[in-house]
């Protein structure tokens, strides 16, 4: 029998399909005519209580969640792993550069993060279910802690590489209802 996932774990997957499947992200021309290539960033933050006032043992914690999550997926090898620690307390972080990319999980003080800042289209499938399998693995490695809060954020730069005019390409953007709205009260 399946043990359901906690609320707070499929906020966090869901937050991460909610910015991968946005439409600028997914939008089907982007990346099936040759209009355009582009690399998306994509950034959770899923802010926890209490903070972690007590950091003794919970970069191990941490790595072993992760290791024991994401291992059968990929390697995690120990040179990807970081301690690191700032002017402040809230500096403190514990990091995974995943394949010793700039792709991160990282655990700070108050909150657990994962960053994709070169994401390509075909690499959202993995992002998707490593984040699904890492905060399943928080909420079990780290029950005193309960997430409270789930941001999400995406955005892509993209380069266009046929005779495509700017205006034309950014047109299938365009929300028809915003559109409407502005010009009927005559704005520009």
């Not at 399946?2 to 997957?13: V, Y």
């Not at 301690?83 to 999980?105: E, M, P």
């Not at 800042?117 to 928080?138: C, H, K, Q, S, W």
Request: a negative charge; glycine letters at 6%.
């Amino acid at each position: 029998m399946n043990t359901p996932l906690p609320l707070e774990t499929l906020r966090f997957a869901a937050m991460g399909r909610l910015v991968l499947c946005s439409k600028s992200l997914q939008n089907s021309s982007t990346y099936n005519d040759s209009t355009a290539v582009g690399k998306a960033t994509i950034n959770l933050d899923a802010t926890f209580t209490p903070p972690i006032f007590k950091w003794d043992g919970i970069p191990a914690r941490f790595f072993e969640m992760l290791y024991e999550s994401l291992n059968q997926r990929f390697t995690v090898a120990p040179q990807e792993l970081q301690v690191s620690s700032g002017n402040t307390f809230g500096d403190t972080v514990a990091k995974y550069k995943i394949l010793n990319s700039n792709n991160t999980i990282s655990l700070s003080v108050e909150k657990f993060s994962a960053e994709f800042p070169m994401a390509l289209r075909n690499d959202y499938p993995v992002i998707e279910e490593t984040l699904l399998v890492a905060g399943a693995g928080f909420s079990a490695k780290f029950p005193e802690y309960q997430i409270t809060q789930v941001h999400g954020a995406g955005s892509e730069h993209a380069v266009l590489v046929s005779d495509v005019s700017v205006t034309d390409y950014l047109s299938q953007f365009e929300v028809p209802e915003v559109s409407a709205t502005v010009d009927s009260i005559g704005a520009t």
